[in-house]
C-alpha cells in the first residue's frame, strides 16, 4: 500500500498570502495518479487538482499543482478568505489512499 | 448536474450489519466511464477508501484489503442507486460514510452529502 504524508500539519496564514502544501508518497505514483481535495467542516472533500497539476472543473487558477513520482505540491498563490480549509491528497496509482491532511488556518 | 443522495441509518449496534444507500441523479450506475465508491472518515482513521463497483460490460467490485472479509457494494440499476453493507460492525466503524463517483483519472469529481454512522449499543 502506498503511504501518503502531508506537511505541514497545519499551516498559518494571512489573505493574501501564498500556500505551499507538500504530499510525499511511500513509492511513486504511477501516471501522476494524484489528486487533491478540499475539504471545510461539516462538507464532503472538494476536488481540486488530478493528475498531478490538471485543475478541476470551476477551479479558480489561484489553485495549482506539481510534482511527480514520490513529491508533490499544491500551490494557493493567494489565499482567499474561502480557501481556509483542511487540504488532503490522494493517490489511485496502487488501490486508494488518502493523505492525513494539511489544515490551513487563518493566523 | 451529477447528484448523489445518500439514506440510510445512523446508529448501529456492535456485531450488526451497517446498510446505506446512494442514489444517483444525473448520471447512470451502469455507465461505462465512471466508476462508484464508498469512502469514510474519522478521527482516527482518516479518509479510508472501502471500495466500489462499476460497470464494462460486466459487474466488478473492488475493496479494500481493510473490509474485504466483511463489505458488499451492489448496484441496483433499476432504481439507479447503489449500496454498502459492512457486516459485523465494532464502534471502531463508527465514521462519516461517502458515496462518491470516481472519474478516474479525473479523481472523485461528486460526492454525497455524507452519513454519520456510530457503532453503540
Known amino acids: 500500500e502506498i503511504v501518503l504524508t502531508q506537511s505541514p500539519g497545519t499551516l498559518s496564514l494571512s489573505p493574501g498570502e501564498r500556500a505551499t502544501l507538500s504530499c510525499r508518497a511511500s513509492?511513486?505514483?504511477?501516471?501522476?495518479?494524484l489528486t487533491w481535495y478540499q475539504q471545510k467542516p461539516g462538507q464532503a472533500p472538494r476536488l481540486l487538482i488530478y493528475?498531478?497539476?490538471s485543475r478541476a472543473t470551476g477551479i479558480p487558477d489561484r489553485f495549482s499543482g506539481s510534482g511527480s513520482g514520490t513529491e508533490f505540491t499544491l500551490t494557493i498563490s493567494s489565499l482567499e478568505p474561502e480557501d481556509f480549509a483542511v487540504y488532503y491528497c490522494?493517490?489511485?496509482?496502487?488501490?486508494?489512499?488518502f493523505g492525513p491532511g494539511t489544515k490551513v488556518e487563518i493566523k | 448536474q451529477v447528484q448523489l443522495q445518500q439514506s440510510g441509518p445512523g446508529l448501529v449496534k456492535p456485531s450488526q450489519t451497517l446498510s446505506l444507500t446512494c442514489a444517483i441523479s444525473?448520471?447512470?450506475?451502469?455507465?461505462?466511464?465512471?466508476?462508484w465508491s464508498w469512502i469514510r472518515q474519522s478521527p482516527s482513521r482518516g479518509l479510508e477508501w472501502l471500495g466500489r463497483?462499476?460497470?464494462?460490460?460486466?459487474?466488478?467490485?473492488e475493496y479494500a484489503v481493510s473490509v474485504k472479509s466483511r463489505i458488499t457494494i451492489n448496484a441496483d440499476t433499476p432504481k439507479n442507486q447503489f449500496s454498502l453493507q459492512l457486516n459485523s460492525v465494532t464502534p471502531e466503524d463508527t465514521a462519516v460514510y461517502y458515496c462518491?463517483?470516481?472519474?478516474?483519472?479525473?479523481?472523485?469529481?461528486?460526492w454525497g452529502q455524507g452519513t454519520l454512522v456510530t457503532v453503540s449499543s
Open positions: 493528475g498531478a497539476s
Open positions: 462518491a463517483r470516481g472519474a478516474h483519472p479525473k479523481g472523485y469529481d461528486y
Open positions: 463497483t462499476y460497470y464494462r460490460s460486466k459487474w466488478s467490485n
Open positions: 490522494q493517490q489511485y496509482g496502487s488501490s486508494f489512499t
Open positions: 444525473g448520471d447512470s450506475v451502469s455507465s461505462n466511464s465512471v466508476t
Open positions: 513509492q511513486s505514483v504511477s501516471s501522476n495518479y
